[in-house]
């Protein structure tokens, strides 16, 4: 495998990625509060979906969160060529948490 973009066995940035997967293995294994991106690095999609609806994290929050780690790897994987965080921040902190929010 591999080719001229790098993959598992060979290419440019092959070893590179492969690292910088390697690395999100590991941290995905330590504990949450010692995790580098905090309590939220290896819970999934329907877990923060559900911290969200109870309140338990703030939208602000993950987007600080999700800047960290686009921080942290982007140069490894090049993902994110446009980012609105600023933008983000202000329709977060528009929302607003109703008391009693519907489940689902």
Do not use: W
Request: net charge negative; hydrophobic share 40%.
């Amino acid at each position: 495998n591999g080719g001229a973009n790098g993959g598992a066995n060979g290419g440019a940035n092959g070893g590179a990625i492969d690292g910088a997967i390697d690395g999100a293995s590991d941290i995905n294994s330590a504990a949450d509060d010692d995790a580098p991106f905090g309590p939220y690095e290896a819970k999934s999609a329907v877990e923060m979906v559900e911290r969200l609806r109870t309140g338990k994290v703030t939208p602000l929050e993950l987007i600080d969160v999700v800047e960290q780690r686009i921080a942290a790897t982007d140069h490894l994987v090049h993902a994110t060529p446009i980012r609105c965080f600023d933008r983000a921040r202000e329709a977060a902190s528009a929302l607003v948490h109703p008391p009693d929010p519907p489940p689902g």
